[in-house]
């Protein structure tokens, strides 16, 4: 059984069109999954699902075999799941530290670290750091998080090439490691080579493009 499983989901923002046409997936813990498709075709709006954002208009999503909306979204958003988001969703008055704080009891110093931020730059408040640099503080905090699944939205988007590889070697290690279950939304075929599946998101349809041989 995944830890993710998603039951015949679908999707409209209004009557006109369907986003998402019944996508059925499940994603276990221990494993990076990569979801690719086109601008505009519906990735965003299905990881915000996964986090339980938003509801979907039919289908369901269990986590750990219960459903997500059954048990609640709030608690859902809570505890099971993290975010590492285009917007960043970092709080804007508080310094990278106090960001990782919210979301961990850990000490924050030693993710924000690894993430290439120095001593000073965890001290500073989050609107004084570059985009890229916000992006590491708020995959930190994914990082530092006690939640098993972490949802990506492009997290190398904003990256160099370098930084972007290594950010890509930190999400697989977070999987294979620590036994987290990495959901990552991207454009990169370098990090989708990393993933151990790869979906492809095509007419509202998931498909399974690449899966790793064996488990
Ligand atoms: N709040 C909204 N109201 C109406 N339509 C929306 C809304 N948000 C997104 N859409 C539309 O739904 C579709 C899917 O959007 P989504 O952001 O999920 O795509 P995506 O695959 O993540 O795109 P990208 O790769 O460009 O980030 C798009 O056509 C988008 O214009």
Redesign the pocket.
């Known amino acids: 059984m995944g830890i993710l499983e998603l039951q015949n989901l679908t999707y409209s923002?209004?009557k006109k069109?369907k986003?998402l046409r019944g996508i059925n997936a499940q994603m276990e813990a221990g494993k990076m999954y990569a979801i690719l498709?086109?601008?505009?075709?519906?990735?965003?709006?299905?990881?915000?699902l996964l986090g339980g954002l938003d509801s979907p208009t039919s289908g369901n999503i269990l986590f750990e075999g219960k459903g997500i909306a059954q048990a609640g979204l709030a608690g859902h958003r809570k505890k099971n799941v993290s975010f590492i988001f285009?917007s960043y969703n970092l709080i804007d008055y508080m310094t990278p530290q106090e960001n990782v704080r919210l979301t961990s009891k850990k000490p924050a110093l030693p993710f924000l670290e690894r993430l290439g931020l120095t001593r000073e730059e965890s001290k500073r408040n989050v609107l004084k750091l570059s985009g890229g640099q916000q992006q590491r503080v708020a995959i930190a905090r994914a990082l530092a998080s006690e939640a098993p699944v972490i949802l990506a939205?492009?997290p190398t988007g904003n990256l160099d090439e370098d930084t972007a590889g290594d950010i890509t070697e930190i999400l697989k290690e977070s999987a294979h490691q620590m036994k987290k279950c990495v959901i990552v939304?991207t454009?990169s075929g370098e990090l989708a080579k990393q993933a151990d599946v790869v979906f492809r998101?095509k007419k509202g349809e998931l498909q399974i493009e690449q899966s790793e041989k064996s488990s």
């Open positions: 923002y209004d069109r986003v498709g086109p601008s505009g075709c519906g990735k965003t709006t299905l990881l915000s285009q939205d492009e939304v454009h998101l």
